[in-house]
């Protein structure tokens, strides 16, 4: 349980960090900055996975008595993930270096999904910024247990 | 009293950070929804480069002309003028942090009340 947490952490911060670059694209470059973006999508379904029980549960018992921090978690943690669902789907539309087309991706109305890029990345990374502070003491626990006492 | 005094001076100063970062969200309020409702509508041969590329969505529209005035590539959202990838950079840094530290003050000072309340009631009503 220990390790699982310590994982979850190290994945969290690497998305944070990934995030925070991924948001100046002149930062890395077109190129560096289409296949983080990718890489990070990844990062995020692993993120989920890692998360699975506590979404399943609070899925399952959310009209009943809950506590109202859980809820919002819950409501941003929904947010968050149609928001980067956009942008990876938006991302793929827009990809200038990497070749989607085997996917069927053509391109069609750029500018539609350059918007929809921008737009909804402003609004989920502020999202995350909440989400994260919502979970601080996780991380504070986990940090705790994690360096070793003398 | 003290943490009462404590508890508004950083919540001003949180408030602060936080109205920076919400400030960030300027960049979405400068979204004209002319130019959105343009850009969802309009075939993309029809539109400019687009708001990556320096130069307008209108066509005919070269933009801000950024090449010739030495700024870096890209335009629309995520530049603005003489911002620099480090300036840039930092603003995201500070947008993320005032977010954070506005919701943290607020998830702690709601949380400490939650305690105290709590305990008042265990006072009251130990059975409960």
Sequence with gaps: MKQKNNFKLGLDMVMIFSLIFLMVPVSMGQTIHEWAGLVIAAVFICHIALNWKWIKKVSLCFWEKLQGKTRLNYILTLLMFSGFLFIIISGMYIAKTIDLSWLGISSGNLGMWKVIHSTVAYITFIIVGIHTGLNLGWVVNTLKKAVPTA | ?128
């Design chain 2, 1 to 128: 009293m003290r943490t009462k005094l404590l508890d508004i001076f950083v919540i001003i100063i949180i408030l602060a950070a936080g109205m920076y970062s919400f400030n960030y969200l300027d960049y979405v309020q400068k979204m004209n929804p002319q130019i959105l409702i343009k850009a969802v509508t309009t075939e993309e041969a029809e539109l400019g480069e687009g708001f990556h590329g320096g130069k307008g969505v209108f066509p005919g529209d070269d933009g801000d002309h950024r090449a010739e005035r030495g700024l870096p590539e890209g335009g629309g959202f995520h530049q603005r003028e003489g911002d620099a990838a480090l300036g840039a950079g930092m603003e995201q840094v500070l947008a993320f942090a005032g977010v954070f530290a506005f919701t943290v003050t607020i998830t702690s000072i709601l949380d400490r009340k939650r305690i105290h309340r709590n305990a008042k009631l265990a006072e009251i009503d130990p059975k409960s």
